[in-house]
């Protein structure tokens, strides 16, 4: 048996160490993120950090596979996806790639993920399970892929992607060994570990950021970890979804709102919830912290909801409507459609 604390200790050691010789190589061959109009940092900024959390998190998994902790088709799953998402990301930031490329990458990863994790046959709703039958993979594919991107769209500011990391992967880790996967929660915590190692780096303000290679690496490590726990019996998808609530309801209703005014959703934009809030004169470390005290509530309502399924149902529709509170309160205080930028 690994201890948690060990490691919880080794990884986010090793990840801070990584951290710092990733800033120095990016430093030395102008891996910069420049600032732009629709960016908010002020000054040239290293990217790519994420590579050290891939650098832990994917062997850790691994080495849980090796000791026995997990089962090989959840490694291979994990490991082989993540290994794809990191490398179209890092590519990314180094010098590029076209949309149609990183869509194809994360959609054989999402793939890959649901041949070894066994699909989504089904979901479970507490009391309740719905069969999806055929529809379990093309859902589940979407759900990955969006997974991926969504946590993608997230990093915006210093310590946010990071900072969420960590509060989901320590939540989830929770859940899972209280649902009997030490395994999965192992790897849930090792991934928290990682990014609290790169978090040092990270936090405002952000002498390095995470980068594609970070983010849409940890999107695709919490979306498998979700159908893996699924389909385990060990914890609902969905519990993942509440615990990333913060994450999947801005991008969600954000996303929304900009197709129906017909904008270009695609394009880079500062009308997130938390990059308005920005705007509005609020420190990143502000939102940041403000964004773990609501993580903190979304893991206790899905430690509530895993240890009595009568909670379940309940603790979703909670945790929607202080989520969707919070997000009416981020409109009324600098609306959507505004075209005034108070940072300016």
Do not use: C, K
């Amino acid at each position: 048996m690994i201890p948690a604390a060990v490691l919880l200790l080794v990884s986010a050691g090793t990840a801070w160490l990584l951290t710092g010789a990733v800033r120095s190589f990016a430093l030395r061959h102008g891996i910069l993120d420049q600032p732009t109009s629709r960016g908010l940092h002020v000054v040239p900024t290293p990217r790519g950090g994420g590579l050290a959390i891939a650098a832990v998190a994917l062997p850790a998994i691994a080495v849980l596979g090796l000791v026995g902790l997990l089962p090989g088709r959840v490694v291979a799953a994990l490991v082989g996806g993540g290994v794809a998402v990191a490398w179209i990301g890092w590519r990314d930031d180094r010098t590029g790639v076209t949309p149609g490329a990183r869509a194809g990458v994360h959609l054989v990863a999402a793939l890959w993920a649901l041949y070894w994790l066994g699909g989504l046959p089904e979901l479970e709703l507490g009391l309740y399970r719905v069969s999806l039958g055929h529809l379990g993979i093309p859902l589940g594919a979407i759900g990955v892929v969006w997974l991926i991107n969504l946590y993608n769209f997230m990093d915006g500011i210093d310590g946010l992607a990071g900072a969420e990391a960590v509060t989901v992967g320590l939540g989830g880790g929770l859940i899972l060994m209280q649902g009997g996967a030490t395994g999965l929660g192992l790897a849930a915590l090792s991934i928290a570990a990682a990014s609290m190692g790169f978090l040092a780096w990270n936090w405002a303000p952000a002498r390095i950021f995470m980068g594609d290679v970070g983010s849409g690496l940890l999107g695709f490590l919490f979306a498998g970890l979700a159908l893996a726990s699924e389909n385990s019996g060990s914890a609902p998808a969905l519990v993942w979804i509440l615990l990333l609530g913060v994450f999947g309801f801005d991008t969600t209703a954000t996303l929304l709102r900009r197709m129906w005014r017909r904008e270009a959703w695609y394009a880079p934009h500062r009308s997130h919830a938390y990059q308005r809030l920005v705007r509005l004169g609020w420190p990143h470390a502000r939102v940041t912290s403000a964004v773990v005290g609501v993580n903190l509530v979304l893991v206790a309502l899905a430690l509530a909801a895993q240890a009595d399924p009568r909670l379940f149902l309940p603790a979703l529709l909670i945790g929607l409507g202080m989520l969707a509170g919070l997000y009416l309160a981020a409109e009324r205080a600098v609306p959507l459609a505004s075209g005034s930028d108070p940072a300016r």
